[in-house]
């Protein structure tokens, strides 16, 4: 066993960096001429911490600008991971490979573009003013407000930290007991930003209907480890993988214990029937959160299913994994739950939030076509790069419609479809790359959203397309005996076109019916670029070379799964 | 008279993009490198001018000193010809070796490498890349087309930006005209035809667009409609002969097809019964983008649009599109390097249409009064003349008779150049003399109090304009001498290589070859006619209007352009004659290299071959000799006392007035003419069918969709949305509802593994 110290920490930047932000963000706001006397002498050393604050940190800006900082940095240094294929061990509990990186880097991505949103839907001000008896109730309740923001500051931006640091952590680890800490550790944290806004009913609620549903599938998810542990004495993920494949029939222990963990994940990635909470926790948290939740969460639960999936239990070419029918299943009825329940939804972050419901089901099914044991290895690592390049590009446009939708918020306008009327003639810019993040989202060519479903639906259609039976004279023979991975191909498409429907009419509010108020939307510069820099990208990496340099790194990611 | 205002200052931004050229040689650029920037510049100038003009519109400086984004325009349009021209320099004298790499890939937009892992699909097939194609031809009509594309947006700052019509939409024009310019381009460039055909309908939407620039004008949005639907049908012809095209050689791209082209996917062989409907479908594309017969009736109404339009879609690009596809047929019929045999008849098919379309043509526009009706109908007679070269060229390429396949598609190419160069100048020239009359009626009715009976294009309004518009005067008649085939100017060089060679192919070879042989040449004699007649109605004789003596040559930004091309029209084509621009267009020779001054005049007036000489020498005859004094007989006619032209077309009035004067009113009056005036009657006849097949199909089209499909999809509608409200009901908002959900999911899981797996 090899101890901290002699392993490179060079592996682990990106963490050590969110660690040293969420330190600097604790101890600055908190720094202040404060002295402590030497005991039976006059003289007094400054101890730093508490008293008055310098003046030089009594600035709610701060910890923003050290969030924002610190994601770049993080960012950054991701990026550069990336660039150097770095990877290497940390003692036996985190690998760090390509597909670690990546994923650092989407979660980076996310947490700052999260706060840069934030910075803008919950703005610090200098100087507030303390409401007085004079004052009128509005303004008594803005200038609260102010303060309020003020002093929560804070606390908003270690949580993301949190969040970011927990979800590095568990795409690294290679033991359970760590991707089990790590993943609580985001969770939570999560939670309490979900509720973050304590003082609106919705936040309240659905902070706390989240952590419990939350905590149940946790305590679902933690026996069943419990379970895996008794079963093999190890929660080394290769370790268990060995045990499983030296497996002759399934022991009832371990198919029990993966099932359990199963039903843990499936809610983090909000699977149906698990989703439940999902809706409300969007609409109830800040848009921004509703971003994280939809993008960074999601994509954290999909890493930790990959990992038990496809490390420790695929079984060898040919054979089905014994999930295989529960996944296809929970697939299927994943995106179709999704889809419908998206279509009358009056609440944008609702329907965003059934619309990432149905996209985790179209994930799912892809997972399913590996489980079926049709495709060989490199169809498989074309049916992941499939997955992982769907979740690196819904940063962009899944984020991409919150952060418009957060735009919104400052108006109170994002918890209705009414507050998306006549965006075009309020801001044509902004409705513009909510059209494309919509487009994109339905997977309409030439935007990336296209391309990852293409590549999703290809994969499945070539590992299972050939399993009919081609002797067979009529398509009728040929369709009953095709494989049922086929059949959720055709589900994907049919699905598609149903979620079309919601993604379009947003499409039509914007650009055809009249606006509510007709004054321009606020300016947020830094957020209106994010906005459109998502919106570039979203078309990039649809087509052209820069979307082939992606594609090459998810599979390089892909193959480093596997 | 007015003095013209020049403002050449506005030109001075733009001044660093004749230094691009050198600065990329400077830090090693090739020039084919840079080729890409030749598509690109109009490509981003396109929203830049559309979303500056948007936010800035009525802005004093974007109006004056922009011109409305004209600036912007010629900026780009100056990039896309400088990088031509070097181009053009690097094939002819530099050092860069094209005939090793004359297809370059800039990127490649779709690979399909990630789509497949078992089932491999051969290399060819998966790339879909962008590329360009650069030899002879593509180098002759990129020429044409950025040069001419350049020149008519310079016009345009004056014709458009002085038009008080245009008022404040002017960012709109440049805007469209620089995507179309990108999408000539484009298509001359492209490596493969399904590039070509993306090209090809980019130019379509923008034709359909600047048609349609007035379109509250009831009869701009119909002739707008009218030419994008006319050029659909052949677009969906074309596409179909795409797929066959594909079918047979699993790719589109240029390379992999001509590389052998006797072979298609697999190393099969390929049936020439199916390349023939292939090539013959492509054809019909190229008739309707071209507007031949039977698509030809979208051209005369497309005068719709303003007049730098009009010398966009006529001379310098879109026709000439057409033109460019059924020159890139050669690779498939030549014999002599791999070509297909047994595809004849498409040759005589080609040349048929091109006959056919020329006499009709040439016949209408003898009884128009309109003159850029006039031009179109002109415009629309002499492609057809390409089209018969190059209709005789393939069949002699399919026949084996290599030499004389060459002259043919050589003198079909430099045709098209100096059509080009002729026809464009002729629209621009128009365009200055609508323009002048224009505002001169505006000026004479004391500004405001517009008379809507007026017609400033109608010819039977002018009369007289020699003395008063001396450039425009001058270079029109070096157009019309161009398009007549005046020995020595411009197109003469061309027509008679066309002519002889359909001639030769119809007397020694092919019967069939007589009849558009035939029209051809009386084609000629009537260009002679009509040409001359629209000259002498609008600068000889005595002004029919008054407006006529209010005309004052004074817009900035027209002259330039003329002057150029008139100097081009009038010694261009001698000069590239001289230098055998033929046969350095059919892939002949990849040099061009000087000839004998007497050897290229013995070449042209005395040929050995006596088929050549005779049939030489009566097409001057026809086009130089009768048709002119027929039209001098019956319009010609001197000035105005007191007024006089300048020295180079004095001579020309004088004489139109020495041949007497023939009353052509009862003439005027026949059956034939009036049908002539209703140009055939084949807009009756097609607006007849129409209604007679179209509409009724439409009708039980609109009904089906009506009742079926939609009723289908109200069904879908509303059974989703009860659906969705009925899954909607299961989100109870209660977090004890959720937890009992997910141990049902759990449970369910469990029984599902375990059924599975028991």
């Known amino acids: 066993m090899s101890s901290l110290s002699d392993i490179s920490i060079e592996l682990l930047i990106p963490e050590i960096m969110m660690i040293i932000g969420i330190l600097a963000m604790i101890i600055m706001p908190n720094l202040g001429d404060a002295k402590i006397r030497i005991p039976l002498t006059n003289t007094s050393i400054p101890v730093l911490i508490g008293g008055t604050r310098f003046n030089q940190v009594n600035n709610p800006y701060i910890p923003s600008i050290i969030a924002i900082f610190t994601f770049s940095l993080s960012f950054i240094v991701s990026l550069v991971m990336i660039q150097g294929e770095t990877n290497g061990n940390v003692g036996e509990i985190m690998e760090i490979n390509q597909f670690t990186n990546l994923f650092s880097l989407i979660f980076t991505s996310t947490l700052l573009i999260t706060s840069i949103a934030t910075f803008y839907v919950m703005p610090p001000r200098k100087d507030p003013k303390i409401p007085k008896n004079s004052d009128s109730i509005d303004s008594v309740s803005t200038k609260i407000n102010i303060l309020m923001n003020n002093r929560r500051q804070v606390d908003f931006y270690i949580l993301l930290s949190m969040v970011g640091l927990g979800m590095c952590l568990m795409s690294k680890s290679t033991h359970l007991f760590l991707l089990f800490v790590s993943l609580e550790l985001a969770s939570l944290s999560s939670y309490v930003l979900v509720g973050f806004y304590k003082e609106k009913d919705i936040g309240g609620e659905a902070g706390t209907k989240y952590f419990i549903v939350g905590s149940v599938a946790s305590a679902v998810g933690i026996y069943g480890m419990s379970l895996l542990y008794l079963w093999n004495g190890d929660l080394q993920i290769n370790s268990l993988s060995n045990s499983w494949s030296s497996m002759e029939i399934l022991d009832p222990m371990a198919g029990i214990g993966m099932g359990l963990m199963l039903v843990a994940f499936g809610f983090k990635v909000g699977a149906a029937p698990f989703h439940l909470a999902t809706p409300d926790a969007y609409s109830g948290a800040s848009s921004p959160i509703a971003g994280l939740l939809a993008t960074a969460s999601k994509a954290m639960g999909f890493v930790a299913i990959m990992k038990i999936l496809f490390i420790v239990t695929l079984p060898e070419e040919g054979t089905e994994a014994y999930w295989m029918i529960a996944i296809v299943i929970i697939s299927v009825i994943t995106m179709t739950w999704g889809n419908f329940a998206a279509l009358t939804s009056d609440n944008p972050k609702r329907m965003l939030a059934y619309s990432s419901v149905a996209h985790a089901g179209y994930m799912l099914a892809a997972i399913a076509a590996i489980g079926s044991g049709l495709g060989t290895q490199n169809s498989n690592i074309l049916i992941i790069t499939a997955v992982i390049f769907h979740l690196t590009i819904l940063v962009l446009f899944k984020l991409g419609a919150f952060l418009v939708l957060s735009l919104l918020e400052k108006e109170g306008l994002s918890h209705n479809m009414d507050g998306l009327k006549g965006l075009a003639r309020r801001d044509s810019t902004i409705a513009v790359s909510m059209f494309i993040f919509m487009l994109s989202l339905a997977g309409i060519p030439p935007l990336s959203g296209f391309l990852s479903k293409l590549l999703m639906i290809n994969g499945i259609v070539n590992i299972s397309a050939g399993t009919g039976s081609l002797s067979s004279a009529t398509i009728l023979n040929w369709a009953s005996s095709v494989n049922i991975i086929f059949w959720l191909a055709i589900s994907i498409v049919i699905n598609s076109a149903i979620s079309l429907f919601y993604y379009l009419r947003i499409g039509l509010i914007m650009f055809f019916e009249e606006p509510v108020s007709s004054k321009p939307l606020e300016k947020s510069i830094y957020l209106r670029i994010t906005i459109i820099i998502c919106a570039i990208f979203t078309i990039l990496f649809g087509i052209g070379p820069l979307s082939e340099i992606l594609l090459e790194i998810v599979n390089e990611a892909a193959q480093s799964l596997v | ?758």
């Open chain 2, 1 to 758: 008279m007015d003095q013209v205002k020049h403002e050449y200052p506005l030109l001075y931004p733009l001044i660093p993009i004749l230094l691009l050229a050198p600065f990329l040689k400077i830090i090693g650029w090739d020039s084919v490198d840079a080729a890409f920037l030749i598509v690109t510049v109009p490509l981003l100038i396109f929203p830049t001018i559309l979303i500056i003009g948007q936010i800035f519109n009525k802005n004093k400086v974007w109006k004056n000193k922009w011109k409305e984004g004209g600036i912007l325009a010629l900026g780009a349009l100056a990039v896309s010809l400088t990088i031509a021209l070097w181009i053009l320099f690097d094939y002819l004298y530099g050092s860069y070796n094209f005939t090793d790499q004359s297809i370059l890939t800039w990127f490649e937009w779709i690979t399909f490498d990630f789509l497949q892992s078992d089932f491999t699909i051969s290399e060819e097939i998966r790339i879909i890349g962008v590329g360009i194609w650069i030899d002879q031809v593509t180098l002759m009509i990129l020429f044409v087309a950025t040069f001419l594309c350049f020149l008519i947006c310079w016009f345009s700052m004056g014709y458009m930006n002085t038009d008080p019509i245009n008022e404040d939409r002017n960012h709109r024009f440049y805007a469209e005209f620089v995507l179309f310019s990108m999408g000539m381009f484009g298509m001359v460039m492209a490596d493969s035809f399904l590039w070509l055909f993306i090209f090809w309908e980019i130019m379509g939407l923008c034709s359909y667009l600047l048609i349609g620039f007035y379109y509250w004008k009831v009869s701009a949005a119909y002739a707008a409609k009218k030419a994008f639907l006319t050029t659909r049908i052949g677009d969906v012809f074309l596409m179909v002969g795409l797929f066959i095209l594909y079918d047979i050689y699993g790719s589109l791209d240029f390379e992999v097809i001509f590389d052998d082209p006797s072979t298609g996917v697999a190393g099969a062989l390929v049936d020439s019964n199916q390349l023939f409907w292939a090539l013959l479908l492509l054809f019909v594309g190229a008739v309707g983008k071209s507007a031949q017969f039977p698509l030809h009736v979208w051209l005369p109404d497309a005068m719709e649009g303003p007049t730098p339009v009009s010398a966009l879609i006529h001379a310098a690009t879109m026709v000439n599109a057409g033109l460019y596809l059924v020159a890139r047929m050669v690779p498939f019929v030549d014999v002599h390097y791999n070509g297909v045999s047994g595809l004849e008849n498409l040759g005589i098919i080609i040349a048929f249409i091109g006959g056919i379309t020329a006499f009709m043509a040439a016949l209408i526009a003898f009884v128009q009064n309109d003159i850029k009706k006039v031009l179109a109908y002109s415009t629309m007679s002499q492609l057809a003349y390409i089209f018969t070269g190059l209709g005789v060229a393939l069949w002699f390429y399919n026949t084996d008779h290599h030499h004389a396949a060459m002259i043919a598609f050589g003198a079909s190419m430099f045709h098209l150049f100096n059509h080009a160069m002729a026809k464009g100048m002729l629209f621009m020239a128009s365009g200055s003399v609508i323009h002048e009359m224009h505002h001169a009626h505006d000026h004479m009715n004391n500004e405001g109090s517009h008379d809507h009976d007026f017609d400033p294009q109608d010819m039977r309004n002018m009369g007289g304009l020699a003395s008063k518009m001396p450039i425009t005067a001058t270079a029109m008649m070096f157009g019309s001498m161009s398009i007549i085939g005046v020995p020595l100017i411009g197109g003469f060089w061309s027509k008679e290589g066309i002519i002889a060679e359909t001639w030769k192919a119809a007397i020694e070879y092919e019967p069939l070859m007589l009849i558009p042989a035939i029209l051809i040449l009386a084609t000629a004699g009537m260009t002679g006619f009509y040409m001359s007649r629209m000259w002498l109605m609008t600068f000889a004789g005595e002004p029919k209007n008054d407006v006529v003596n209010h005309v004052h040559e004074s817009t900035p930004w027209i002259r330039e352009p003329l002057l150029i091309l008139t100097v081009i029209t009038a010694i261009g084509g001698f000069g590239l004659a001289l230098l055998d621009i033929i046969h350095f267009l059919s892939a002949d020779t990849d040099h061009l290299e000087m000839h004998g001054f007497l050897y290229t005049l013995e070449h042209a007036f005395l040929p050995s071959d006596m088929t050549t000489r005779i049939v030489g020498w009566t097409t001057i005859l026809l086009s130089f000799i009768i048709g002119p004094l027929i039209a001098a007989r019956v319009h010609g006619g001197k000035l105005q006392k007191g007024m006089k032209a300048i020295v180079p077309i004095n001579w020309l009035v004088i004489l139109s007035s020495k041949f007497g004067h023939q009353d052509v009113e009862n003439m005027s009056k026949s059956q034939f003419s009036e049908a002539l005036q209703n140009r055939l009657y084949f807009d009756d006849i097609y607006e007849y069918l129409i209604s007679k097949t179209i509409i009724p199909f439409a009708n039980l089209s609109a009904w089906f969709d009506r009742i079926i499909i939609d009723g289908i999809i109200k069904q879908v509608e509303s059974i989703s949305v009860s659906s969705s409200i009925q899954i909607r009901k299961i989100t109870t908002g209660s977090a004890r509802d959720y937890i009992l959900m997910a141990a049902v999911g759990m449970i369910s899981i469990f029984i599902l593994i375990w059924g599975v797996n028991a």
